[in-house]
């Protein structure tokens, strides 16, 4: 019985491994299929967000292959679609978005943390190493307290 079950989960994650995405448009050169294929892996599906557009199954991720696929043939190149789709969703849709106002903060945002921990760790050990000097009443009400611990050890 349990080959039966197992036989049949493997054959159901085979069955799932043979779904496909839509197959590639045909193109008349090389090398505009060579271009769909780098433009489809640098945009990021607008709906599944992790995935780029030609991993994603998703009907938007279909529409924008598609819409990638008919700017190619009618001639434009890579900057030319990117700009097209940068207007139309954002420049969340790239993988590599550009230096700009908008985005400076998305640049900028890691070295800042890294330069706001490090004056933090710098300040914090500044104050850790200065020694801090107890009063003559204070030693002695320490001295005592150890005393005690010490006795009743």
Do not use: H
Request: neutral net charge; charged residues 20%.
């Amino acid at each position: 019985m349990r080959v039966w079950i197992s036989a049949l989960v493997t054959l159901c994650f085979t069955a799932l491994s043979w779904a496909s995405i839509d197959a590639a448009p045909e193109f008349s050169t090389p090398a505009q299929e060579e271009q769909y294929y780098e433009l489809i892996k640098d945009i990021r599906c607008p709906t599944c967000q992790n995935n780029n557009v030609a991993e994603s199954n998703a009907p938007l991720a279909r529409q924008l292959r598609g819409l990638i696929a008919t700017q190619i043939e009618a001639g434009k190149g890579n900057s030319e679609i990117n700009a097209y789709l940068v207007d139309r969703y954002g420049d969340f849709i790239t993988y590599k978005p550009p230096f700009n106002p908008r985005t400076w903060l998305l640049w900028l945002a890691p070295s800042l943390v890294m330069l706001i921990a490090f004056l933090w760790w710098f300040v914090r050990r500044g104050k850790a190493t200065t020694a801090a000097t107890l009063s003559a009443e204070q030693r002695e009400e320490l001295q005592t307290w150890l005393d005690e611990y010490r006795s009743r050890s």
